[in-house]
């Protein structure tokens, strides 16, 4: 492993255009629960049967309560070594894009710039009659909140299961992995679309690709490079030094 951290630092180095993908697994170790590890999430719900929006028609004060629930959590906790690495990276880096499927802001307090987050983000409400979308960093938004503008409820601005992704965003995404020369896929178990096929799209345009997880994924097959251990443990490594 440790010669191959090194071939892929210098190849790193050269490069001109670099894109990364983070899922849950990069905010673990910060202390973010994972979607698919052994602990379960909320108490006994699984993800689909709260990030839905049928869940939100049937029960919004249950899903509003399991956002706040992760409001509370994430708000008390920061970002680790692997987010500051990319900080770091993106310094380097001509042309540097990060795609994240995490809601939890953490790539955007630890401070990266080009940031893609497709699934949105925890911090922002959306109002389901105007649409606004206001940023509301409070630990406790309450059991129903509702929009100042028109009194209609808020929901969390983020992505749920069976909700199709923003388009402009996806695309901008799709051309960063289509045109980079190196792609980093760091702790996401590589199985939520079109999250995971993007890292497919890097590799048929010719990029070398890089897989940094703790097991192995469905993607594993076709990296360059899969290293497995701790994301906040290896992508500063991949960093290490560099003036
Ligand atoms: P998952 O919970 O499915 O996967 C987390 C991945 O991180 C797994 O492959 C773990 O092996 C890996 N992992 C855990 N700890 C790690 C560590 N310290 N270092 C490196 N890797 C580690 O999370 P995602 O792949 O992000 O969607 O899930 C994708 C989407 O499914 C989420 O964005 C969310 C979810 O439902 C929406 O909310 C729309
Ligand atoms: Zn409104």
Redesign the pocket.
Known sequence: MEAQIQTLKKQLLAAERVAVMT????S??SGVP????ADGLWKNYR?VDL?TPEAFDRNPRLVWEFYNWRRALISKLTFNAAHAALVKLETKVPSFTLIT???DGLHNRAGSRNLLEI?GNLWQVRCLQCQEIILDESPDMGELPTCEQCGSLLRPN????GESLDQATLNRAMQACRDCEIMLV???????QP?ASLALEAKQGGAVVAE????Q?PHSYFMDYTFQG???EIVPRLVEDWK
């Open positions: 899922g849950a697994g990069i673990a170790e994972t979607f698919r590890g993800a990030a499927q995490n809601v699934h983020v992505v749920w299961f760091i702790g996401t178990s590589a199985i939520v999250a940094i997880n703790i097991e994924t701790k994301a906040g």
